[in-house]
């Protein structure tokens, strides 16, 4: 059973517009998200988080938003550039476990991003 | 620079062979993951360290075994592996166990014969 799901594979936007990448998750437990971008033949790096604590959180273009009752997170990039071509994954986690926490992955969304 | 080296980046192996991958990281992190990535599904925990103590084993196969001799290394042994465990095999670390986020490496490519 997959507890956290982005339903879209794939997103094409066109340079300077807003890019919106989704993300569910079923398990209420969960308090803390994180995004992570995936360029091909390198590792994740990691992009930006944010607890339940919060709605919102912003980091120059990304900005990442919660809404805890649908269970439901976006990430948006303004403007969006062709540098920001990627595999986009959401990943969640209970905060604040220690004892056998670990981060639990969708998977993911290729956004491309036309000049 | 990630931070998180893993060698080698791509290996082919037979079913029969045994081989290493290595994991080094120069963050001074204390905990230490192994993932696997299969095409078109999200990325799986297999196996964590923390403190160079295995705190968690997801299920793994026998034919996969870790061994992390301290805090910057870990290896993951394999042997008699199947072809379904052709697959994306990324390292990370992070400063302790549940001590978000965590850094990866760049993988190691695995295909098996």
């Known amino acids: 059973d997959q507890q956290v799901k982005q339903n879209s594979p794939s997103l094409s936007v066109q340079e300077g517009r807003i890019s919106i990448l989704n993300c569910d998750y079923t398990n209420s437990m969960f308090d803390y998200f994180l995004w992570y971008k995936k360029y091909p033949a390198e590792g994740p790096t990691f992009l930006i988080s944010i607890s339940s604590i919060k709605d919102k959180n912003e980091d120059g273009r990304f900005t990442v938003f919660l809404n805890k009752s649908a269970k439901h997170l976006s990430l948006h990039i303004v403007p969006s550039q062709p540098g920001d071509s990627a595999v986009y994954f959401c990943a969640a986690t209970e905060e604040e476990e220690t004892s056998g926490s670990r981060l639990t992955f969708g998977e993911g969304t290729q956004l491309t991003v036309n000049p | 620079e990630t931070g998180v080296t893993q060698t080698p980046r791509h290996l082919v192996m037979g079913m029969t062979n045994k081989k290493s991958l290595k994991c080094e990281q120069h963050l001074g992190h204390n905990a230490m993951y192994w993932y696997k990535q299969s095409a078109k599904k999200p990325l799986e925990l297999m196996f964590v360290?923390?403190?160079?103590?295995?705190?968690e084993n997801n299920s793994v196969p026998s034919r996969f075994s870790p061994e992390c001799p301290n805090s910057s290394h870990l290896f993951l042994h394999l042997h008699t592996l199947q072809p379904e465990d052709s697959a994306l095999y990324l390292c990370?670390?992070?400063?302790?166990?549940?001590?978000?986020?965590?850094?990866f490496g760049d993988g190691t490519r695995l295909s098996i014969l």
């Open positions: 990370a670390s992070s400063r302790t166990q549940g001590v978000w986020p965590q850094h």
């Open positions: 360290y923390n403190f160079k103590e295995q705190t």
